[in-house]
């Protein structure tokens, strides 16, 4: 299993960018994903995460209604879009998969993609 995430950028406070992460993989839809971000100095987080089937989507506090996590399973491809960026967004992005339901904890992800980069300017 193999994950490929991009869409990050340098973003002005109050943008927007929508993350993408495409997953090589027969079985994309039996995979639940999860987003996850590290910002420097810090432990990597939880951001959200959605089930196999598009349903039991999950937040962290910080960025429920903010940002939306959707996927599309013909395409292989899980998506974030972020909206109403603040500083304390950026970090590195990280996309992860594992079987059938999603986590908060990062230990309970198989399989993680490279990584990309948010930069929100105030």
């Known amino acids: 299993v193999q994950l490929q995430a991009s869409g990050g950028g340098l973003v002005q406070a109050g943008g927007s960018l929508r993350l993408s992460c495409v997953v090589s993989v027969r079985t994309f839809s039996n995979y639940a994903m999860g987003w996850f971000r590290q910002a420097p100095g810090k432990e990597r987080e939880f951001v959200a995460s959605?089930?196999?089937?598009?349903?039991?989507?999950d937040y962290a506090d910080s960025v429920k209604g903010r940002f939306t996590v959707s996927r599309d399973n013909a395409k292989n491809t899980v998506y974030l879009q972020l909206n109403s960026l603040k500083p304390e967004d950026t970090a590195v992005y990280y996309c992860?998969?594992?079987?059938?339901?999603?986590?908060?904890?990062?230990?309970?992800?198989?399989?993680w993609g490279q990584g990309t980069q948010v930069t929100v300017s105030s």
């Open positions: 959605i089930r196999w089937d598009g349903g039991s989507i």
């Open positions: 992860a998969a594992r079987l059938w339901r999603g986590s908060r904890d990062l230990t309970d992800y198989a399989y």
